[in-house]
C-alpha cells in the first residue's frame, strides 16, 4: 500500500510538473524538440526578471536564419513557463536587405519574423547600412523599425542590461 501512495504522488507530481507549463508556442518551420527526461536548466531563469537578448545579424543568409531560429527556440523554451523575456534583432551590413519588403531574394524569413515580432520581438534596421545599400526607409516591413546605427543600437542595449547574441554565419 504504500508503495503503491508512492507511485501515485510521483504520477501526480508529474501530472503538475506538466499542469505548470503555459501551453506551447509554434513558430514556421521550427519543428519543436522536446526535452529528454531531467534536462533543463537549474533555475537560472526567474519570473520577475525578464530574459533580454539583442541579437545583431550582418549576413541575410545563414546567419539571419541560425538567429531566427534560435530566438524561436528561446521563445518556445521561456514563455511556457511564465519566464518574461525581451528580444530584439539588429540588422545591420547586408542583413538590411532582409527587411526590404519589396525584395523577393529574402523573403522566406518574413513569416517567422512576423510571428516572432507577434510574440514581442522587436526587430530594429540599420539607417547607416540602408543608405550604403539603397534600401529605403519606405522598403522596410512595417513591423520593423529604422535605427540611426546598428552598432550603437547593438552597444546601447548591452548597456541596458541585454545580451550580445551573433550567430556564425553557418560557413
Do not use: W
Not at 35 to 48: E, I, N
Not at 88 to 104: D, I, P
Not at 110 to 127: S, T, W
Amino acid at each position: 500500500m504504500h508503495r503503491a501512495l508512492i507511485a501515485v504522488a510521483f504520477c501526480i507530481a508529474g501530472v503538475n510538473a506538466q499542469e505548470s507549463l503555459g501551453p506551447p508556442v509554434e513558430f514556421p518551420n521550427v519543428p519543436e524538440i522536446p526535452l529528454p527526461d531531467g534536462v533543463d536548466f537549474q533555475s537560472p531563469f526567474a519570473k520577475d526578471r525578464p530574459v533580454r537578448i539583442v541579437f545583431g545579424v550582418a549576413d541575410p543568409g545563414r546567419q539571419m536564419r541560425e538567429s531566427l531560429t534560435n530566438a524561436a527556440y528561446s521563445i518556445m523554451y521561456l514563455k511556457p513557463r511564465g519566464v518574461p523575456y525581451e528580444i530584439e534583432f539588429v540588422l545591420y551590413a547586408r542583413a538590411v536587405l532582409a527587411a526590404n519588403q519589396f525584395s523577393e531574394e529574402y523573403s522566406g524569413f518574413i513569416p517567422l519574423m512576423e510571428a516572432l515580432h507577434r510574440e514581442g520581438v522587436q526587430f530594429r534596421v540599420c539607417n547607416n547600412a540602408m543608405g550604403s545599400l539603397g534600401v529605403s526607409p519606405g522598403d522596410v516591413h512595417p513591423f520593423m523599425k529604422i535605427t540611426p546605427a546598428g552598432i550603437l543600437e547593438i552597444t546601447s542595449r548591452q548597456m541596458q542590461g541585454f545580451h550580445y547574441i551573433s550567430n556564425p554565419d553557418g560557413s
